[in-house]
């Protein structure tokens, strides 16, 4: 649903932008088309920092994931190294008989 609003925003800006350009005189069509790639640039930029923002958040999802994983198998091994500590001391203070 975003993205279809989205793509409205960009239709109607466009749309707007040709409006504006076809208004102006002669004498201010130079800047008028300056500010029109403008529009443009600005709305490609916001485009292209959205596709950045979803790949980001994908890498940062996968690498959140890993580092639990990764957290869990330091712990599980930090148990059973002092479960084995735990049985070593046990062994050297046991009464021999």
Known sequence: MA????????VAAIIVGFVGISSLSEATLGVGLIGFACLLGILSRIMQAEGHQKQTAKMLATLTTQLKDQTTLIVDANRQQHREMLSFWERLTRPKQ
């Open 3 to 10: 993205l279809l609003f989205a793509a409205l925003g960009v």
